[in-house]
Each structure stands twice: as C-alpha cells, then as structure tokens.
C-alpha cells in the first residue's frame, strides 16, 4: 500500500504537468489534493512545494483568496528550500499580473537569481517562464544564458528561445517558440507566445507570422481548461465552437482560414460568427477583436 507522502508526490507532479499543459482547472484540483496528502507524512520537505503550487495555480486562475492563504501557510523554514521560494514567488507574480501591477515578475526575478548555482536548474526554468508569459523576459533570460552547458536542456533551450524572441520583438520567431513549446507539450506557455506574436502588428514581419499565430491560437485555445472564455466571464454566453471562431476572427483571420484550421465549413463558420456577434453586442471584428482581447487576459 502506497504511503501517504509517495502519493502526496506523485500527485504534486500531475499536478504541475497539468499545468503546463494547459490544464490548470485540473491542475488546481491535483494541487490542493497534494497539499492535503503531505500534511500528513512529509519525511521529504514536499509539503512546501505543494503549497506553493496549489498557490501557483489559484493565483493564475484568478483565485487571489486561496493563493493568499495559501502563501500565508508557507512558513520561513519552507521558504528556505530554493524550490518551494521559487514556486511561492511564482505565485506572488502571477497574483500581481493579475492585478495589473506595473512590474509583475518581480519576485519570481528575485528568486531565480537567489536560485543561481544552488543546484535547482529545472525549477529556475520553470519560475523563468513564468515570468516571459507576464511579458518580462529580460532578467531572467540573463539567468537562464548563465546556467552550464550540460544543464540546459532541450525545455530550458525552448523557454529561452522564447524569452529571446519576446525580448527582441521578433514575431516570426516567437511563433517559433509557439510551435516548439506546443510540440513539447507546454500549451499554456505556446498560447501566450502566439498571442504575443499578435500583438507585434507594428513589426515588419508581423504579417507573414500572424497566420502562423492564428492557428496556434485559434488550435490551443481551444484545449485549454478553463478556456478564455471561462476565465473571461462570457462562458455563459458562447459556447467552446463559437469561442474559438471569435478568437479566430478577432486576429483578423478570414472565414477560409478559420474554417481549414478547425476543420469546419465556411457555411458553419458564417453562422458561427452571425451568432457571436449577436450574443456579445458587437458590429464588426474591430468591436470583436476589443472584446476577445480583454477577455483572454481576464
């Protein structure tokens, strides 16, 4: 019979794997599953990190009152350990992205550089990229170019490539980074870098790599859990087809390229579109687009 601490941990790394998958209602569930399994047998200091996952996730999910308690659990003996500060301070930073504060990444830059050369490469990385999906790419990607040779694996290679694009205004190569963080699993991560491609209009290049960006979009958006929509507050009023036509047609898409990357007609997608205009109020894409937008960062 497994120990409570062995599925404690087990649990703990479902839990973060949900995540970065893009399944953070999941992700969340497996958390505070975790959290209760360590509270009663953690010969191993797991407990900590558990916590600070679970506040990790709330936060992200715009659950600010369950990320607070959760971090006010976490005492100076847990904070000590490099893994469980870096994922607390994920945790404080995705609470500030959410509340809109000016430099959100902060703590997670404080930890990762106290992180430096204390033997918890994997972890640094994953506290990095949360930082380059708020948009602050620069710290931590000094860190992350710092870190041995032998050490840099292929994610860590993937999470500065994106750091680096994002960091440069390069929208073809953070629709690069997009492609290889979906293909490595990291949605969560390559919906953020596809967005970001977007949000280059400006750039000489952002033509050609918006198509590319749509897609992943339009593809990802679709699995995540919860989907922007939920996040946003008009889960109640489309439903997941009609959510990713919108999303689809708010990048300036055209109904063709909608219909070939969902594997619809462009009867259906016509109609589709008729009914999201209808449901939120809106005239046009441009109306569309400022809807869609503020609720994908809801």
């Known amino acids: 019979m497994?120990?409570?601490?062995?599925?404690?941990?087990?649990?703990?790394?479902?839990?973060?794997?949900?995540?970065?998958?893009?399944?953070?209602?999941?992700?969340?569930?497996?958390?505070?599953?975790?959290?209760?399994?360590?509270?009663?047998?953690?010969?191993?200091?797991?407990?900590?990190?558990?916590?600070?996952?679970?506040?990790?996730?709330?936060?992200?999910?715009?659950?600010?009152?369950?990320?607070?308690?959760c971090l006010a659990r976490l005492t100076p003996g847990m904070r000590a350990l490099v893994i469980t500060d870096?994922?607390?301070?994920?945790?404080?930073?995705?609470?500030?992205?959410?509340?809109?504060?000016?430099?959100?990444?902060?703590?997670?830059e404080r930890a990762v550089e106290a992180a430096e050369g204390r033997h918890h490469d994997w972890w640094l990385a994953l506290a990095a990229l949360?930082?380059?999906?708020m948009?602050?790419?620069?710290?931590?990607?000094?860190?992350?170019?710092?870190?041995?040779?032998?050490h840099s694996g292929a994610s860590v290679r993937l999470f500065l490539a994106y750091g680096d694009a994002l960091e440069q205004g390069d929208p073809a190569a953070l629709v690069a980074a997009a492609q290889g963080l979906e293909t490595a699993g990291y949605l969560a991560a390559a919906y953020d870098a596809a967005r970001q491609a977007l949000?280059?209009?400006?750039?000489?290049?952002?033509?050609?790599?918006?198509?590319?960006?749509?897609?992943?979009?339009t593809r990802v958006g679709a699995v995540?859990?919860?989907?922007?929509?939920?996040?946003?507050?008009?889960?109640?009023?489309?439903?997941?087809?009609?959510?990713?036509?919108?999303?689809?047609?708010?990048?300036?898409?055209?109904?063709?390229?909608?219909a070939e990357s969902l594997g619809l007609s462009h009867r259906t997608v016509e109609n589709h579109?008729?009914?999201?205009?209808?449901?939120?109020?809106v005239s046009g894409r441009d109306e569309l687009r400022e809807v869609v937008t503020a609720a994908a960062i809801a």
């Not at 949360?130 to 999906?133: E, F, G, K, L, Q």
């Not at 948009?135 to 860190?143: H, I, L």
Request: one cysteine or more.
């Open 199 to 217: 949000a280059l209009g400006a750039h000489p290049d952002a033509a050609s790599a918006a198509r590319r960006a749509r897609v992943i979009v």
């Open 135 to 150: 948009g602050q790419p620069s710290a931590v990607c000094a860190v992350l170019r710092r870190l041995p040779a032998h």
């Open 86 to 108: 870096l994922e607390a301070a994920q945790a404080e930073s995705w609470l500030a992205f959410r509340a809109g504060e000016p430099s959100p990444a902060a703590s997670v």
């Open 273 to 281: 579109l008729a009914a999201v205009y209808r449901k939120l109020g």
């Open 130 to 133: 949360s930082a380059i999906r």
């Open 2 to 69: 497994f120990s409570s601490e062995a599925v404690g941990i087990w649990t703990l790394g479902a839990a973060w794997s949900a995540f970065m998958q893009g399944d953070a209602d999941g992700a969340l569930t497996l958390a505070r599953e975790a959290t209760h399994e360590l509270a009663w047998r953690d010969l191993l200091a797991f407990e900590g990190l558990a916590i600070g996952t679970r506040a990790t996730v709330a936060a992200w999910l715009g659950r600010p009152d369950e990320a607070q308690e």
């Open 224 to 258: 995540l859990s919860p989907s922007p929509t939920a996040r946003s507050g008009i889960a109640d009023l489309l439903t997941a087809r009609e959510w990713a036509v919108a999303s689809a047609a708010a990048t300036r898409a055209r109904n063709r390229e909608i």
